[in-house]
């Protein structure tokens, strides 16, 4: 069965998942993976759909992008797995750094979150270097880029509790 | 050194201070060891623990907190409903982990990262030792369950390290009060 990638955006308000999710159920397409935020007052939402996929007109109000997908074509689960945290005062510029170091490495980001509190920003990465990366140069060159930014960044492994 | 009475005089008669809120270079500064029978030390204490006391529902704060980079903390988790373990309030310098097993999982926030809270993974039995401000006494905590993370989580800002380095990835990050800290 085709697998389709959808965004979906809009403006957040109480039921609108139940809303766009409704209309894949009616067109007989199945969510599989799924991630969804609220962003600003903003809803964000993408999904990887098998089966039909509804009109961009079967969400009125929404923004709807769909494209063709794939199996097995992610890059997530290749390589370790890391989790970096970056915080200091908010500046331009610090995911680029961050990002720029990271893809020097060999290195994925396979998910991020950004948060400005105040003065401080956030930046939280899940992260995976293939097996031969250098980790404690991407290590120091990390702390380098942190430096040059005001930023504190750690960089550790990712927990995995399999039980 | 203090007298008993002289000594609870004084951490009873702290000051509140102003919280200091990230970023700040003094909550991502290892905090210095402190001699804790100096009466400038006492004092500080004193004023942790009523920055503590003022500060609502807070249940623990480092020194590096109101600016001081010393090696001090207090922690008063009696009201909090997930305590098991409680020593009550208490004011502890130059605390250091000297035991800790049975990690688990759960959401914190900080009165210094307003707006945001993180899921961390910390011991819930772990054993403290330090030293009494005034007396210079040695002084020993066992805790467990929500004292045991609170202890941990005012350990790490002696260290420099905010909840925050310790998050165990994107989706252990969600939105807090945006309350507390007054700058």
Known sequence: ?163 | MFGTAQLLGVLASGVSRQLIGAPHPVLTTRALPVDPVDPGVVAAAADLLATMRRSGHCMGLAAPQIGLGWRLLSVDVSRHPRTRSCAGEFVMANPRLVSASRWERAREGCLSVPGITGDVSRATRITVRGEHPGSGAPVTVHADAFEARCIQHQLDHLDGVLFLDHVTGTRSVHHGARERCDR
């Open chain 1, 1 to 163: 069965m085709g697998l389709s990638a959808i965004t979906v955006l809009g403006a957040a308000r109480p039921g609108v998942v139940a809303e766009v999710t409704s209309v894949f159920t009616r067109y007989g397409a199945n969510i599989e993976d799924s991630a969804m935020t609220l962003l600003g007052g903003h809803v964000a939402m993408m999904l990887l759909v098998s089966g039909r996929v509804p009109p961009a007109s079967a969400f009125p109000g929404m923004t709807v992008t769909a494209a063709e997908a794939g199996r097995g074509h992610g890059c997530e689960q290749s390589g370790l797995g890391y989790v970096l945290t970056a915080h200091g005062p908010d500046r331009p510029g610090i995911v680029s750094a961050v990002s720029g170091v990271l893809t020097a490495a060999g290195g994925v980001i396979t998910g991020m979150t950004t948060r400005l509190c105040g003065a401080l920003y956030v930046m939280i990465a899940d992260v995976r270097l293939p097996p031969e990366a250098d980790v404690a140069e991407a290590m120091r060159r990390l702390a380098a880029a942190g430096a040059g930014l005001g930023c504190e960044i750690t960089f550790r492994p990712a927990e995995a509790e399999v039980l």
